[in-house]
């Protein structure tokens, strides 16, 4: 089966960094979404790697490596607005986008 | 804004009941997607349009149905409808219809919250 692991809820200081880690098992691999979801409002899209390596945005960056199965988003200077769900996501090779459950983050002063 | 639509916001009925969610995409996007978000949980997909076609299905129930019209909004239909079928539905869209890339990711409506009682 298909299968994608995100840790179920993290907690980080305002101004720190934190890292999301995503391990993912599909039947191939087309691309990989981050997504940031506050409570009770649309998924909103943040990054798409689909080349090993870093895709750097602003505060957020993404890594992916397709022989591990592995990505990470990496959120710097933490803001109060941060605190969010972080959902991700992998388009397998029948282009269809398989989803986590995603990582509910929580920022405290 | 994310330039998808979705009516009504807040649903509120009774078991057994039959609600119809609708959805129109993006201006030029040709696909359309359901997903059902109970509390506190993940995006769970539905069913997907393109270009008024079914595409690709998911854990959609036998009691829920959809399709797309020629003008390419898109409607979900639930029935009988049951407590568990509380939760928050999000329509999005894309241009293509077998895949999101970069340039297109998917783009989520703001959802119908439909609470049961």
């Known amino acids: 089966g298909q299968n994608i692991d995100q840790p179920t809820e993290m907690t980080a200081t305002e101004g720190a960094i934190v890292q999301i880690n995503c391990t993912y098992q599909t039947s191939g691999f087309n691309g990989l979404f981050w997504y940031q979801q506050h409570a009770g409002e649309a998924p909103t899209f943040l990054s798409y790697?689909?080349l090993d390596g870093l895709e750097e945005k602003g505060r957020f960056s993404s890594f992916l490596s397709r022989s591990k199965g592995y990505s990470y988003l990496l959120l710097k200077e933490l803001q109060m607005k941060d605190s969010a769900s972080y959902l991700c996501?992998?388009?397998?090779?029948?282009?269809?986008?398989?989803w986590g459950a995603g990582t509910k983050l929580i920022i405290k002063p | 804004d994310s330039g998808v639509t979705q009516t009504p916001k807040h649903l509120i009925t009774a078991t057994g009941q039959r609600v119809t969610l609708r959805c129109s995409p993006r201006?030029?996007?040709?696909?359309v997607y359901w997903y059902q978000q109970s509390l506190d949980q993940g995006l769970q997909f539905l069913i997907q349009y393109y270009n008024g076609e079914e595409r690709a299905k998911g854990n959609i129930l036998e009691r829920f149905s959809a399709q797309q019209f020629p003008d390419l909004h898109s409607e979900l239909n639930l029935s009988s409808l049951e407590l568990g079928d509380s939760a928050l539905y999000f329509c999005?869209?894309?241009?293509?219809?077998?895949?999101?890339?970069?340039?297109?990711?998917?783009?989520f409506g703001n959802g119908t919250r439909l609470t049961v009682t």
């Open positions: 201006s030029g996007d040709l696909s």
């Open positions: 996501a992998v388009m397998d090779s029948n282009y269809q986008l398989i």
């Open positions: 790697n689909v």
């Open positions: 999005a869209s894309s241009p293509r219809g077998g895949y999101s890339s970069y340039n297109s990711p998917l783009h």
